[in-house]
């Protein structure tokens, strides 16, 4: 089964007393295929002003891929192939230093 969602919600950059420097609004789309991430004030080439993506992020021919609309005057976006992250890659003997952003949003299955 395939689940589609909208997601409306709101980013902040603070200041140094934690207060809201600049806020933008952020829309979040998934059709079941791809997520879809648009920030307000931000577009693609091809879009209309407010309602273009700068983020989609895919799974295509096997591999997750990260596109990114950087340049609103550049048609074709910069593609990241995300298979290097993946944590199957990760090597056992690293140093690992925790800097206090990741979350832990995928919660670990116990192993059998």
């Known amino acids: 089964m395939i689940n589609k969602m909208k997601i409306e919600s709101r980013i902040a950059e603070l200041d140094i007393l934690d207060s809201p420097k600049k ?36 799974l295509y021919q096997g591999k997750l891929q990260l596109i990114v609309w950087d340049d609103i005057n550049e048609q074709d976006p ?14 056992e003997n690293r140093d690992f230093h925790y800097n206090g952003e990741s979350k832990d949003i995928f919660p670990q299955k116990s192993k059998k």
């Open 23 to 58: 806020e933008l609004d952020v829309k979040i789309e998934n059709n079941g295929i791809n997520l879809y991430i648009g920030v307000e004030g931000y577009g693609d080439f091809s879009s209309q002003d407010g309602s273009g993506i700068v983020i989609k992020l895919e």
């Open 78 to 91: 910069t593609i990241i192939n995300l298979e290097g992250a993946r944590e199957d890659n990760r090597k």
